[in-house]
């Protein structure tokens, strides 16, 4: 995102300058995603433009998956699902048949001096400390997917205090809650990696893993999450609607 004395100083439609401010607005009052967004009347009061520019500047960021409607309740800030874009790749049946979400458990959580890879992969400093943490998923007691996750330890302080039983199945609404990160975009790359013997997993070393990495982003487009999660290849799984 641009800075904002740069951005007031480009020629633009009063309806993007607008789109800017309700952004900003959003991360900066840490909007809560049950709480629907001011109306249109109100937004157009607060910046004194027309209802017809902050109409045009709500679908904007509705179109870019910021926003979401909700007919009857009203405008809110829209909380990606990213289960379902792992799940892309590891479809799991539970004894019945049908497919679940796995259970996920935080094994590890420290403060780790920089690792210049991972710290570039962040775009911070190279000698920023990380928060390093070690989470499991779980299908009935049976560990499927093993997780290694990297935060900026600037940003995700809190986490250090919180005990590992009080984290959340879900991580993104957790980092949200307590740390003021909210997860808007993340890019994944699935390869498959051999002679690694992962202790959650309890693989052999013969067992090839499918690898999953995510680099995730705020709602201003600052990196705050590399994270890499492992799964036996025989449980990998492709599926793709084309229409």
């Excluded at 302080?157 to 039983?165: A, D, G, M, Q």
Aim: contains cysteine; aromatic residues 12%.
């Amino acid at each position: 995102m641009l800075d904002e004395s740069t951005f007031k100083n480009l020629k633009l439609p009063r309806y993007e300058k607008v789109r800017w401010e309700i952004q900003k607005l959003l991360i900066q009052s840490k909007w809560n995603v049950e709480k629907p967004i001011p109306s249109e009347h109100e937004l157009a009061n607060m910046y004194c433009v027309s209802i017809g520019t902050v109409r045009k500047a709500v679908e904007g960021l509705v179109e870019e998956g910021l926003l979401v409607k909700c007919p009857g309740k009203g405008t809110f800030l829209k909380q990606p699902n990213f289960e379902s874009s792992l799940m892309r790749f590891f479809r799991l049946r539970n004894k019945q048949g049908d497919y679940i979400q796995p259970q996920g458990e935080i094994k590890k959580l420290v403060v780790i001096d920089a690792i210049p890879d991972i710290n570039a992969k962040l775009k911070i400093e190279s000698t920023a400390k990380l928060i390093y943490i070690e989470r499991i998923r779980k299908n009935e007691d049976i560990v499927v997917l093993s997780e290694r996750i990297w935060l900026p330890d600037s940003l995700f302080f809190n986490l250090k205090n919180i005990p590992l039983t009080s984290f959340s199945n879900l991580l993104y609404p957790f980092y949200y809650e307590h740390c003021s990160q909210f997860v808007f975009s993340a890019v994944e790359q699935l390869s498959f990696e051999t002679n690694i013997e992962d202790e959650y997993l309890k693989n052999s070393i013969s067992e090839p893993l499918a690898r999953v990495c995510r680099i995730a982003k705020n709602l201003e487009g600052t990196v705050i999450e590399y994270r890499q999660s492992y799964g036996l290849a025989e449980n990998f799984h492709y599926e793709v609607s084309i229409y």
